[in-house]
């Protein structure tokens, strides 16, 4: 949204005024007198009124021409003017005059437009040209009045004039004549106008959907009508939009901290991804300008402004199923967020241009309700996309029928019995999956499984969106009582946070410097773990992903006395980088039918990018985590887990198969994506399982063949998906218990197993006392202090192999590898940095503390001047696909890079000649090591 710039900062604010064919700007602004005198006098506006750049002549074949009413005679074709000359379907000068306009739009602080036939119709093309360039034409443009507006087909000489002038937005231009305008509107029409109908001047107004649009009828025929109760409607308008900006001002006043702002700018990303209606109506700032996409909502693309904003057209793609189920015209639902959004429920609006009879307010409210019964139950979580999914199955499933009887009418009486009755007598619409066996299902399981193998197999670097990676998130999961909070408490020395509060239940202390250490609850029953338990965990580098582990690079260092940088330490020669560890609700049998804590553990699953399946390699717990008398083969949970998983995102879909059918691939595409993950990703899977069904079954697009589908295909698809989606790691917990051995062997060597790819025999709580004893000094025995295996940490390092992030190093320069001093905060002061308490069991179990680390002062402390600088000290976390152009926003988002992007030159080993890099280039291992260069020089 554009902020009108307050008039006591001596800016006044502008009406652009387009008169119609055969005038002048002068002649149509001496008529507005009275309006231009109202306007200026009670909102400080001025009106400013060109003239065409045309002189009109005999031939031209405007809507206007046969019968003007608002010019002289012919024989003042003199100064009689036009804004193109039309032939057939082309505006021949239509380029000139939006050059003209544009040029003086840009010169003055112009607001609106306010345009009066053929003007008007040069007004909805200019809204057409700010629309699909996202706001950039015509910045600013706050709102349009149509005086006797119109509408036409699309000139063919307007598309050729985007495509040679507005190229970067090319994915915008699939449009025609009805293309739909985010704009607040005014439509005067007068019921007399013999030149354009008022019906036209309707048609062009139900355009204008968002928001609704206001429409005033005068009694006149085709002419600006100025008398008194006239001027009311315009100055009714103009009144709104300055007091939506006002409100817009005070709403900047309080913006959301930046956990909730993260989630907020998460949930635009995501929904723009998946719903291609998705228009962002707040304001954005590109971070590249010369290099912005249009369609990249992420955080590395843009600096939002808050409070966030944007519209979803609610619109089936199925035109037969809009006209049976859909209202007649087009409904939007608008969502601004609150400062403490998700914790608290977004603001919604529908907006739209019905009466009464094509959408009642009695279907408004029915509509309303259900989606506000959706966001009270996902109260605290990001919700948006369940209530845009709540609205399509209201119409889906016959809303507007039941929205009908809701209006006044005869009352009849009818008993419950009979309600009942009648309800299972209306035919039912759903469209149901064909049954399977047993043996089919699992059958296809496993071949989803096969699926997801070689997917895994077959992963690159290349493929992906790119962009970097915020938060890798690593969720434990597992049979309640299988050790996964002291896995937990062991990875992340007792979660240690920043800024928190102890918890007494928890034994937390607290340090010198104020950094919270409170660990996850540990006790031998079910559902300890109510609430996911989030700490930064510090993960070893998987081998060959960094530079250092060429062993020619660190002699080269060690030739030059540069000292081999980390920001987060090292263990056993490996560098450290940090990560997200989420520990959730315990899981028993049946949690995707809501046993247990299944809900709740199931939607904490969708933050994770990798899981790690603590189990029990004991045998002495049952599948709810009951001690039991008899050795249990452990195996059998390895199965059961990843069925749940599986079964739950099955049944969600299963659930939904009936507008799955009618709306196709795209709806079964946002089903997945709502998993968070990207629609790329999804339509990969959708290949694979496409491929291998025309291999093995010989049948060809069955993606396209939604309604010959079975339980077996769907539950196909879904196994591939959630494998590929959830890579899952292994650790065989309680190695130290003898009856383990035998059962960390088998499972061992039948890997990769029941979506479980690698593991790691290991004994948490053998750990976490070391990380107790080290980092808050508790005693334990001496055997425990002084051995530790690091089995949590290889744990870990195998898991991030799984579907680990891209590691690029930015550097200052390419001989020392010295850090950019734009990231000297981030290595002192980010909160994922090790703890005092923490880098003391990094020293004690072999490792080395952070490059920034003070150990004298134990403080975070850039080197001095005259001090060598570490190399390779940082490092991005990037996603598969990025490209050198990618890191340069990062680094740009971050504040560390100013200036618009140079040149980048890389390398891939550390004293490897570096070579010129474009910034379209995709990051691998043979670019990693990145210097870029911008127009502003960096300080060293």
């Given at each position: 949204m554009i902020v009108l710039e307050a008039t006591n900062m001596g800016i006044r604010n502008k009406i652009l005024v387009l008169h119609g064919n055969r005038q002048t700007g002068e002649l149509l602004l001496g008529r507005l007198a009275k309006l231009q005198k109202a306007v200026n006098k009670e909102l400080q506006l001025e009106f400013v009124a060109p003239d065409a750049p045309f002189l009109y002549a005999d031939g031209?074949?405007?809507?206007?021409?046969?019968?003007?009413?608002?010019?002289?005679?012919?024989?003042?074709?003199?100064?009689?003017?036009?804004?193109?000359?039309?032939?057939?379907?082309?505006?021949?000068?239509?380029?000139?005059?939006?050059?003209?306009?544009?040029?003086?739009?840009?010169?003055?602080?112009?607001?609106?437009?306010?345009?009066?036939?053929?003007?008007?119709?040069?007004?909805?093309?200019?809204?057409?040209?700010?629309?699909?360039?996202?706001?950039?034409?015509?910045?600013?443009?706050?709102?349009?009045?149509?005086?006797?507006?119109?509408?036409?087909?699309?000139?063919?000489?307007?598309?050729?004039?985007?495509?040679?002038?507005?190229?970067?937005?090319?994915?915008?231009?699939?449009?025609?004549?009805?293309?739909?305008?985010?704009?607040?509107?005014?439509?005067?029409?007068?019921?007399?106008?013999?030149?354009?109908?008022?019906?036209?001047?309707?048609?062009?107004?139900?355009?204008?959907?968002?928001?609704?649009?206001?429409?005033?009828?005068?009694?006149?025929?085709?002419?600006?009508?100025?008398?008194?109760?006239?001027?009311?409607?315009?100055?009714?308008f103009w009144r709104k939009l300055q007091s939506i900006d006002e409100l817009a001002e005070t709403c900047k006043v309080l913006p959301p901290d930046e956990e909730h702002a993260q989630a907020q700018i998460d949930e635009v990303y995501a929904l723009s991804q998946i719903f291609p209606e998705f228009q962002l109506l707040s304001e954005t700032e590109f971070i590249d300008p010369d290099n912005a996409d249009p369609d990249d909502y992420s955080e590395e693309s843009r600096k939002y402004t808050h409070p966030i904003s944007y519209a979803i057209l609610l619109q089936p793609e199925d035109m037969e199923i809009q006209q049976e189920l859909w209202p007649p015209k087009p409904i939007s639902l608008h969502v601004q967020y609150p400062v403490f959004y998700p914790d608290c429920s977004p603001k919604i609006t529908l907006q739209h241009s019905m009466n009464c009879f094509e959408f009642s307010s009695s279907q408004g409210e029915l509509l309303m309700k259900k989606m506000t019964l959706t966001m009270n139950d996902e109260e605290g979580m990001p919700c948006v996309m369940s209530l845009i999914y709540a609205a399509r199955e209201f119409f889906e499933e016959g809303g507007l029928a039941k929205g009908q009887t809701a209006l006044p009418q005869k009352e009849e009486i009818v008993s419950e019995d009979e309600a009942i009755e009648n309800e299972l007598q209306e035919p039912s619409l759903a469209s149901v999956l064909l049954p399977a066996s047993d043996a089919r299902m699992e059958k296809c399981r496993q071949e989803g499984w096969l699926i997801s193998r070689k997917m895994m197999e077959e992963r690159s670097n290349n493929s992906g969106k790119g962009g970097s990676w915020k938060q890798f998130t690593i969720a434990i999961v597992?049979?309640?009582?299988?050790?996964?909070?002291?896995?937990?408490?062991?990875?992340?020395?007792?979660?240690?946070?920043?800024?928190?509060?102890?918890?007494?239940?928890?034994?937390?202390?607290?340090?010198?410097?104020?950094?919270?250490?409170?660990?996850?609850?540990?006790?031998?029953?079910?559902?300890?773990?109510?609430?996911?338990?989030?700490?930064?965990?510090?993960?070893?580098?998987?081998?060959?992903?960094?530079?250092?582990?060429?062993?020619?690079?660190?002699?080269?260092?060690?030739?030059?006395?540069?000292?081999?940088?980390?920001?987060?330490?090292?263990?056993?020669?490996?560098?450290?980088?940090?990560?997200?560890?989420?520990?959730?609700?315990?899981?028993?049998?049946?949690a995707y039918e809501g046993r247990g804590k299944g809900n709740k553990f199931l939607d904490d699953l969708t933050d994770a990018d990798v899981l790690i399946h603590v189990l029990d390699a004991s045998g002495k717990a049952d599948s709810e985590g009951n001690k039991v008398l008899d050795v249990i083969n452990p195996i059998n949970d390895l199965e059961w887990i990843s069925n749940e998983i599986v079964a739950w995102v099955y049944t969600n879909i299963k659930q939904k198969w009936d507008s799955v059918v009618r709306r196709g691939r795209t709806k079964l595409l946002g089903l997945f994506s709502g998993y968070k993950q990207s629609q790329s990703f999804v339509e990969d899977v959708f290949t694979a399982v496409e491929n291998y069904v025309?291999?093995?079954?010989?049948?060809?697009?069955?993606?396209?063949?939604?309604?010959?589908?079975?339980?077996?295909?769907?539950?196909?698809?879904?196994?591939?998906?959630?494998?590929?989606?959830?890579?899952?790691?292994l650790a065989l917990n309680k190695n130290d218990i003898a009856s383990s051995i035998p059962f960390i062997e088998e499972i061992t060597s039948k890997l990769p197993i029941h979506?479980?790819?690698?593991?790691?025999?290991?004994?948490?709580?053998?750990?976490?006392?070391?990380?107790?004893?080290?980092?808050?000094?508790?005693?334990?025995?001496?055997?425990?202090?002084s051995n530790f295996d690091g089995y949590v940490w290889k744990c870990l390092q195998k898991a991030l192999s799984l579907r680990g992030p891209l590691l690029v190093f930015p550097v200052a320069d390419m001989q020392t590898y010295e850090p950019l001093s734009g990231l000297n905060n981030f290595a002192t002061r980010d909160p994922s940095l090790p703890s005092k308490g923490f880098i003391n069991c990094l020293t004690s179990a072999g490792g080395t503390a952070p490059s920034t680390w003070d150990d004298n002062k134990d403080i975070y402390a850039v080197q001095g001047k005259n001090e060598t600088k570490p190399a390779l000290r940082d490092v991005l976390l990037m996603k598969p696909g990025s490209t050198v152009n990618d890191v340069f926003l990062t680094l740009k988002n971050k504040n560390v890079l100013e200036g618009e992007f140079v040149r980048a030159e890389a390398a891939s080993k550390l004293g490897e000649k570096p070579k010129l890099v474009s910034k379209l280039d995709i990051v691998g291992p043979e670019n990693r090591i990145l210097r870029i260069m911008t127009t502003k020089r960096q300080k060293k």
């Open positions: 031209d074949e405007d809507v206007e021409e046969s019968r003007h009413d608002n010019t002289d005679s012919a024989s003042s074709l003199q100064w009689q003017r036009t804004w193109w000359h039309r032939k057939g379907n082309t505006y021949h000068g239509l380029e000139e005059s939006i050059t003209k306009i544009e040029q003086l739009w840009n010169d003055h602080h112009f607001v609106g437009i306010l345009g009066f036939s053929q003007g008007s119709r040069f007004a909805h093309i200019i809204s057409i040209l700010h629309t699909v360039t996202n706001g950039d034409a015509f910045r600013g443009l706050r709102g349009i009045v149509h005086v006797s507006g119109y509408n036409s087909p699309i000139p063919p000489n307007f598309m050729t004039y985007l495509k040679d002038n507005w190229s970067q937005y090319d994915n915008n231009f699939h449009f025609d004549e009805s293309i739909i305008i985010s704009l607040p509107s005014l439509h005067v029409m007068g019921s007399t106008d013999k030149l354009v109908p008022i019906l036209e001047s309707k048609e062009l107004s139900e355009l204008y959907n968002t928001p609704k649009p206001m429409i005033h009828n005068h009694p006149g025929g085709h002419h600006v009508p100025v008398k008194a109760r006239d001027i009311e409607h315009y100055l009714i597992g049979k309640p009582s299988a050790g996964k909070s002291t896995f937990f408490n062991a990875a992340t020395a007792f979660a240690r946070q920043r800024g928190g509060m102890p918890s007494t239940k928890n034994n937390g202390s607290e340090d010198e410097d104020g950094i919270i250490l409170g660990g996850a609850a540990m006790a031998p029953h079910p559902f300890t773990t109510i609430d996911p338990n989030v700490g930064f965990c510090f993960v070893p580098t998987v081998d060959g992903s960094c530079p250092e582990d060429d062993a020619d690079g660190c002699e080269f260092l060690s030739n030059k006395g540069i000292p081999l940088g980390s920001c987060h330490g090292r263990v056993g020669g490996r560098r450290l980088i940090p990560v997200v560890l989420k520990d959730v609700a315990g899981l028993v049998p049946g025309r291999d093995n079954d010989g049948r060809d697009a069955v993606f396209d063949k939604l309604e010959t589908f079975d339980e077996g295909d769907l539950y196909r698809l879904v196994s591939a998906f959630v494998m590929t989606r959830f890579p899952m790691g979506g479980c790819f690698v593991a790691q025999a290991l004994s948490a709580d053998k750990e976490m006392r070391f990380i107790r004893h080290h980092c808050l000094h508790q005693s334990v025995s001496s055997t425990i202090a």
